[in-house]
């Protein structure tokens, strides 16, 4: 993976999840709180996903094959969508039964009272350092934008991804108290129905949304805007007019394709035009901090901006 910021984030939320997960199935088997049983899965869900992506990063730094001949980049936007589709099964659609079933066939916890308020509280500390974590790391990487265009906008999914599951779990947990302290509070079962359900519409929503997001990576964003500018700008120079236009992609987060058409001067040589196109590669590779795969064809500029 390239950016060790977002390996950092999925181990330290892997970590946190298979210790949180354990807890909590602890805390299920003694009461048979449906709250607890929910955000168990959710934490099986999570660790699952989070071990995902540390494969995907892995296999996406594979060299390029005669198949895939522009890499494996992708890989990791493929392990992001799974990840959405296991969020929305595995945590959302269960929390959801698990509810269901309980709202229909309620029973108190009448037993180990005390267990599942101090597991979801050390979970809260848990999932809030890895949260803090993916925060620090989303700071180092997300530069003037803001946290919210940061998952909107970045074409690397690890950190993003993770933000997405800790905010969600870290709410989850509040439903969880929630659920289970009125359910102690009252006698009545109904509640832990309540908190096993709020889980289950929060993880959906946010599963829903990362597929989204992942749906057009896959389908191939351009660059960045700010990247986009900044190539564009570099290929003028010597020999090189102006950019008559141009197209960009990301191949995977840290790889983009770039193909442009440029206007020359009618009165170059093939080896003049071969050197400004040389040069401009250079200017362009010296001004992204990216892997590049770019193709540039000479071309002459009409006055109606077409090229003839």
Same mark, same amino acid.
Request: a neutral charge; charged letters at 15%.
């Given at each position: 993976?390239?950016?060790?910021?977002?390996?950092?984030?999925?181990?330290?939320?892997?970590?946190?999840?298979?210790?949180?997960?354990?807890?909590?199935?602890?805390?299920?088997?003694?009461?048979? #709180?449906?709250?607890?049983?929910?955000?168990?899965?959710?934490?099986?869900?999570?660790?699952?996903? =989070?071990?995902?992506?540390?494969?995907?990063?892995?296999?996406?730094?594979?060299?390029? #094959?005669?198949?895939?001949?522009? !890499?494996?980049?992708?890989?990791?936007?493929?392990?992001?969508?799974?990840?959405?589709?296991?969020?929305?099964?595995?945590?959302?659609?269960?929390?959801?039964?698990?509810?269901?079933?309980?709202?229909?066939?309620?029973?108190?916890?009448? #037993?180990?009272?005390?267990?599942?308020?101090?597991?979801?509280?050390?979970? &809260?500390?848990?999932?809030?350092?890895?949260?803090?974590?993916?925060?620090?790391?989303?700071?180092?990487?997300?530069?003037?934008?803001?946290?919210?265009?940061?998952?909107? =906008?970045?074409?690397?999914?690890?950190?993003?991804?993770?933000?997405?599951?800790?905010?969600?779990?870290?709410?989850?947990?509040?439903?969880?108290?929630?659920?289970?302290?009125?359910?102690?509070?009252?006698?009545?079962?109904?509640?832990?129905?309540?908190?096993?359900?709020?889980? !289950?519409?929060?993880?959906?929503?946010?599963?829903?949304?990362?597929? @989204?997001?992942?749906?057009?990576?896959?389908?191939?964003?351009?660059?960045?805007?700010?990247?986009?500018?900044?190539?564009?700008?570099?290929?003028?120079?010597? !020999?090189?007019?102006?950019?008559?236009? *141009?197209?960009? *992609?990301?191949? !995977?987060?840290?790889? &983009?394709?770039?193909?442009?058409?440029?206007?020359?001067?009618?009165?170059?040589?093939?080896?003049?035009?071969? =050197?400004?196109?040389?040069?401009?590669?250079?200017?362009?590779?010296?001004?992204?901090?990216?892997?590049? =795969?770019?193709? @540039?064809?000479?071309?002459?500029?009409?006055?109606?901006?077409?090229?003839?």
């Amino acid at each position: 993976m390239a950016a060790s910021g977002g390996t950092r984030a999925v181990v330290v939320a892997l970590l946190a999840n298979i210790g949180i997960a354990i807890a909590k199935f602890g805390g299920y088997l003694l009461t048979g #709180s449906s709250s607890m049983l929910a955000e168990s899965v959710h934490s099986v869900a999570d660790s699952s996903n =989070q071990a995902l992506l540390l494969i995907a990063g892995k296999r996406a730094t594979r060299r390029a #094959s005669e198949v895939h001949q522009f !890499g494996y980049g992708r890989v990791r936007y493929v392990a992001a969508f799974v990840v959405s589709i296991v969020l929305f099964t595995l945590g959302g659609l269960f929390a959801l039964y698990e509810a269901w079933h309980k709202y229909t066939d309620p029973h108190p916890i009448d #037993s180990w009272q005390w267990v599942p308020i101090a597991v979801l509280l050390i979970a &809260v500390a848990m999932e809030s350092f890895a949260l803090r974590t993916a925060v620090i790391e989303a700071n180092h990487a997300r530069g003037k934008m803001t946290l919210r265009q940061y998952v909107r =906008q970045s074409r690397s999914p690890e950190i993003p991804v993770i933000l997405l599951e800790d905010t969600g779990a870290l709410c989850g947990l509040v439903f969880a108290l929630f659920g289970v302290s009125m359910t102690l509070a009252t006698g009545d079962g109904r509640w832990d129905a309540v908190g096993s359900a709020a889980i !289950g519409v929060l993880l959906v929503v946010i599963a829903v949304f990362l597929a @989204i997001e992942m749906h057009s990576m896959l389908i191939g964003e351009s660059a960045l805007p700010a990247h986009h500018d900044a190539i564009e700008a570099s290929l003028c120079g010597e !020999g090189i007019d102006r950019v008559i236009h *141009m197209r960009t *992609m990301h191949l !995977g987060p840290d790889d &983009v394709l770039v193909a442009a058409k440029v206007a020359v001067t009618a009165t170059d040589s093939a080896d003049e035009v071969a =050197q400004a196109i040389n040069a401009a590669e250079a200017r362009v590779r010296a001004a992204v901090p990216l892997r590049l =795969q770019i193709y @540039i064809e000479p071309d002459l500029f009409r006055k109606d901006g077409r090229a003839p």
